[in-house]
């Protein structure tokens, strides 16, 4: 059975920095890609980084090039997003995803086709 679990959202001030993560069960970081998503109240859901761990492939929005950056563990089962120079708008809730074909559902904006979510960490930028 396939489950996610992020963790590490909090309040924080612009300009912070947090570290969320995404532990995987049920299936190895190897097989999948793992994609974080956002959505912030009353917008709706978008993308944000995906990463497949296999070939150390990884995508970023433009919103949060150069300032977040995706990672992952494989011992761990465990996916990171290392968010620095946080801004207001980075308020959200932040999900991650299995990608059963390596980040391509993400990348062609096919989240719509994604089965296995989080239940979401909720991140708040503000001073």
């Known amino acids: 059975q396939v489950q996610l679990v992020e963790s590490g959202g909090g309040l924080v001030q612009p300009g912070g920095s947090l570290r969320l993560s995404c532990a995987a069960s049920?299936?190895?970081?190897?097989?999948?890609?793992i994609a974080w998503f956002r959505q912030a109240p009353g917008k709706e859901r978008e993308g944000v980084s995906c990463?497949?761990?296999?070939?150390?492939?990884?995508y970023y929005a433009d919103s949060v090039k150069g300032r977040f950056t995706i990672s992952a563990d494989n011992a761990k089962n465990t996916v990171y997003l290392q968010m620095n120079s946080l801004k207001p708008e980075d308020t959200a809730v932040y999900y991650c995803?299995?990608?059963?074909?390596?980040?391509?559902?993400?990348?062609?904006?096919?989240?719509?086709?994604?089965?296995?979510w989080g239940q979401g960490t909720l991140v708040t930028v503000s001073s």
């Open positions: 990463i497949s761990s296999s070939d150390n492939t990884t």
């Open positions: 049920g299936f190895t970081l190897d097989d999948y890609g």
């Open positions: 995803a299995a990608d059963p074909i390596k980040c391509t559902w993400y990348r062609l904006n096919g989240q719509r086709y994604l089965e296995d």
